[in-house]
């Protein structure tokens, strides 16, 4: 599976920002695809996800922000950033993958990592 990320860069805050993912690989592998995003010396976090029935997860804290949206005959997830603080500022990791219930699934890693992007919000 290989999954291809891009569309991140430096904006101002309260800006936007999409970045996408395109994946090749069978359904299992898609079966869910996210976001997560990790700045120096923090864990990895995840930022949204989205199954393949469209059940969503996102995050608390860029909720009413942030959107994950997914185009099944591109295999390629979205995830629209508006309203973009500095605290947004981190690398962006896309991933896919099924372990476990639909909901383990949207909560946990997939097997599968894109390369990172950085996004940089200047205040």
């Known amino acids: 599976v290989q999954l291809q990320a891009s569309g991140g860069g430096l904006v101002q805050a309260g800006g936007c920002l999409r970045l996408?993912?395109?994946?090749?690989?069978?359904?299992?592998?898609?079966?869910?695809m996210g976001w997560w995003r990790q700045i120096p010396e923090k864990q990895r976090e995840l930022v949204a996800s989205i199954a393949s029935n469209g059940r969503t997860y996102i995050k608390d804290s860029v909720k009413g922000r942030f959107t994950i949206s997914r185009d099944y005959a591109k295999n390629t997830v979205y995830l629209q950033m508006n309203r973009l603080k500095a605290e947004d500022t981190a690398v962006y990791y896309c991933?896919?993958?099924?372990?476990?219930?639909?909901?383990?699934?949207?909560?946990?890693?997939?097997?599968?990592w894109g390369q990172g992007t950085q996004v940089t919000v200047s205040s």
């Open positions: 996408s993912c395109a994946a090749s690989g069978t359904s299992s592998s898609t079966y869910v």
């Open positions: 991933n896919s993958g099924r372990s476990g219930s639909i909901w383990q699934s949207l909560v946990g890693p997939g097997h599968y």
